[in-house]
């Protein structure tokens, strides 16, 4: 199976940066659509980005469009998401997820691989 395991979770003053990593093992990491998802409490999961296999189709919610990026080192089987001019309401749980399916989209429902997530807080 696909095992997925985020880290540079943290807490960080609204405006500034962190960059979050998941680093997949367990199976072909180039062969996945990789995504980054968020919840924060009280609301429902949010796909952020997601990323196609060759790394070149990226598609972003509509919030964080312009100030996340994602990005994935097939070399190394890591997914990034860089995460700058942070705002409070990006305060969440932040979870990594993996699909075999060729069309890679920010549907929940799409992802059966699923890190344990990473706490991002921003304070004001």
């Known amino acids: 199976q696909v095992q997925l395991v985020e880290s540079g979770g943290g807490s960080v003053q609204a405006g500034g940066s962190l960059r979050l990593s998941c680093a997949v093992s367990g199976d072909s990491y180039s062969n996945l659509c990789m995504g980054w998802f968020r919840q924060a409490p009280g609301k429902e999961r949010e796909g952020v980005a997601a990323v196609a296999r060759d790394g070149n189709k990226n598609t972003y919610a509509d919030s964080v469009a312009g100030r996340f990026t994602i990005s994935r080192d097939n070399a190394e089987n890591i997914l990034y998401l860089q995460m700058n001019s942070l705002k409070p309401e990006d305060t969440a749980m932040y979870y990594c997820?993996?699909?075999?399916?060729?069309?890679?989209?920010?549907?929940?429902?799409?992802?059966?691989?699923w890190g344990q997530g990473t706490q991002v807080t921003v304070a004001s």
């Open positions: 997820a993996a699909a075999f399916g060729y069309y890679c989209s920010r549907n929940a429902r799409s992802y059966p691989y």
